[in-house]
């Protein structure tokens, strides 16, 4: 509260002083300038006045006569009168004619500075040459050059050397405050004189600031620079049309502000206090308050730990009131924390439930599934024999049947990744070989009959589960034909794009709404669908999609340019480079020896149809519907070379059933597990129950055909 008061009349002054501030630097600039105007007139002045007297020694007679030693005595007399000046030098374009300092008889030195001498016969008028050091006489100095006409053209030039010094009377009729700088600069910024430490910065270039400043070329300026000793410095400089040489003087920034730091720091110190007073007062007033607002904190800590907070000693009605309300919150809470916890042990039991539903659902389906694969595939092996409509019916059962067990599949998969209960088994793979094998296969089936489709499939190599990406590509390319009229078109594209593998799979069909595409990899979403619900299917293929593509550390996407114009699915998956040599993986061989098969299985119908398509192969089988009989009969058959086994069973699992016939029978025969139970940690389990694969119901002939051919020797 005593800073809420304070806080307008602060900044109101905190405003006031910076203008004051302001003010204060720009009086300072504005003296500073008229004193810079003024040394600059005076500085003009005394260049003036050198250049009117080499201007009238030029006018001697002796020199228009030629008489080269009279003149010589002529500028011996100035100099005399002039003590400020070094030497009088006339010369033409190349030599020296006269030397002042140098007797007639002796040798002329070479021309000090050829390059101004030249500019000056060039432009044919008087001219103020940079300070420079003059070996000759062992210090710095400036020149004054003026030309002698004579034919109406620059015959001759009189050059004045003239002290540096002669100017430093100007500076020292200015007031400068401590460690403040007054300079003089010739046109190319050097030091000519300077208030402070003259004599050890004459003739050298001023501060990099100061060259900053001046470089722009203007007749006057300001700002802030440093001086050559590193001192800070509000600078004023003006240029001179005359001679092109500028006046720069600093004031240092420390003594131009000094007092209005004092100001501040005043201020400052005083709102302090005035805020230390507002406290002092605030906590005499406070005291009435702080004690049954502790109070009432330590009861909001009891409501925290569940106990029933009090009413805290005070007559203030607002204290009083919220004690009330946290009693009545206490009552709230622990009705929350009932319902919640009952609604917690009703969503585990719910989750609970249905995980032993799916996992039910899954067992109870595989099993019929089972039954009715192998049974169209142990028809599908009399084709040749059946009259048309029969051969029709059994394509049907086989199509419909491997359609439901991908259902199945799906809907059980979509499950377990969702939980994040699904891993992956990963290997070097090239993403068009696995698009290539996953078309094959919808082509093999005629999923592809009715529609075309365009493969454009560049090597893109990745680090992947070849089961799920073929998942992966099946989902897709399935989606693009369901939803595509027939007589449309499917594009399918593998190629890389730094760092990814990248999966295109693109449609003519009915396109996307705007409002479905965010939400069209959700589970169960599905597009506008048809009363007959001609295209199938759960609204899972594409959650599938994206959350396999999320475990190989890839995304997908999806685009639509709306109704009726197609969509196009991206998934990207991170590249890997190609493996030294990719060798093809052989297709499942088939045994070429004659086993002797134990099929321990108690659906009977799936154990009868599994046994008369293996017999046909030329197989002998023995079965058994229970674990017990399954153990007894493997004991007491020697020859038995494999087994299948059922999870499943009745009066023993599968898992017990393997462990009986490890020990009776050891590694001597190989057990295969048949399950419609096809988790993760199923088959796991499995292995450690003696298990050497591992098959998920319904088995398709093939699979079955290569655990015989690991029996037969071709492998």
Known sequence: MAMAALLPIAILSCVLLVSAAREQRERLYLAADGTVLALMNAVDGELKSTMGVIDALAASPRLA????????????????????????????????????????????????????????????????????????????????????????????????????????????????????????????????????????????????????????????????????????????????????????????????????????????GAVAFSIVLGLAAALLVGRTIVRPMRELEQQALLLGSGQVPGMPQTRLPEVRRIAVALGAAHDARETAFRREHEARVSAEQASRAKDEFLAMLGHELRNPLAAITNASQLIEKKRATLDPEANSAVGIIGRQTKHLARLTDDLLDAGRVILGKISLSRAPLDLASVVRSSLEGLRGAGSLDRHRVDVELGSAWVHGDATRLDQIVSNLVTNAIKYTPPGGSVRIRTHLEAPWAVLTVADTGIGLEPELLPRVFDLFVQGERALDRSQGGLGIGLTLVRRLAELHGGTADATSAGTGRGAVFTVRLPASAAPPLALESPGPEVSQRRLHIALIEDNEDARMSLRMLLELEGHRVSEAADGIAGVELIASTPGIDIAFVDIGLPGMSGYAAAQGIRAARGKSIRLVAMSGYGADQDVERGERAGFDAYIVKPAALERVQQELALLSGNR
């Open 65 to 268: 006569r030629g008489d080269i030693e009279r003149f010589r005595e002529e500028a011996l007399q100035l100099l005399a009168r002039r003590p400020s000046w070094l030497n009088i030098v006339l010369s033409d374009r190349d030599h020296q004619l006269m030397n002042a300092r140098v007797p007639v008889a002796e040798p002329l030195p070479p021309l000090a500075s050829p390059a101004s001498l030249d500019e000056v016969f060039r432009a044919g008028r008087p001219r103020i040459g940079r300070v420079m050091f003059a070996p000759a006489v062992d210090t710095y100095a400036f020149a004054v050059q003026t030309p002698y006409r004579q034919d109406g053209r620059v015959k001759y030039v009189l050059t004045a050397v003239v002290r540096p010094e002669s100017l430093l009377e100007l500076l020292e009729l200015r007031a400068i405050a401590k460690q403040g700088v007054i300079s003089i600069l010739d046109s190319e910024h050097n030091v000519v004189a300077r208030s402070l430490n003259h004599e050890s910065w004459v003739g050298k270039s001023a501060s990099a600031q100061l060259r900053s400043l001046l470089e722009p070329g203007t007749e006057r300026g300001r700002g802030i620079t440093k001086t050559l000793e590193g001192v800070p410095v509000y600078t004023v400089y003006r240029r001179s049309r005359y001679s092109g040489w500028s006046v720069a003087m600093g004031a240092p920034t420390s003594t131009v502000d000094a007092p209005m730091r004092n100001a501040y720091l005043l201020f400052g």
